[in-house]
């Protein structure tokens, strides 16, 4: 079966921040039952972009690391959840039910990443869904590869042996290896 995977190109990414925007236009006061509660509009960042400074004095350069939910195989976030609070999709996408995971603190703290956001306000754990809701209704692209103007993002659907094969071919990467979560997000 094939599966979602997203390719973050770190050389193209110019931390414009139309991905984070895009996220923040598509939850920010929307309600989507079954897979997201609204995103808080203040102190939340499903998509994260992180900035490292390299080198110093006049030879400098800054390199953008876009972090968001890794979509685990392995997932910690559905160890941590009770009474079916967190899911993986046939399609290798992790939904956390927001009816379910209500009071569920534990399943934002398990997340190695930090890409699980807890809501205060609603006393929910909230992540970057991937725009399952929009992939449903037959989008071919999550809205964030959709407005990336560089190519940083690109989102695939293809078998776990492609996918590996892809990981090969062009030295994609994960962000924290030792944390052995599988991740569904490769960096190059």
Known sequence: MNKWNLIVDVAECTNCNLCTLANQDEHVGNEFPGYAASMPRHNHRWIDI????RGQGPVMDVVYLPVMCQ?????PCMA????GAVRKRDDGIVIIDPVKAKGQKAIADACPYGAIK???ETQLPQHWIFDAHLLDRGWAQPRCVQVCVTGALKAVKVSDEEMAQLKRSENLEELHPEFATKPRVHYK
Do not use: I, V, Y
């Open 50 to 53: 992180k900035g490292r400074e």
């Open 71 to 75: 979509h685990c195989d392995d997932a």
């Open 80 to 83: 941590a959840a009770r009474d």
């Open 118 to 120: 807890w809501n205060e």
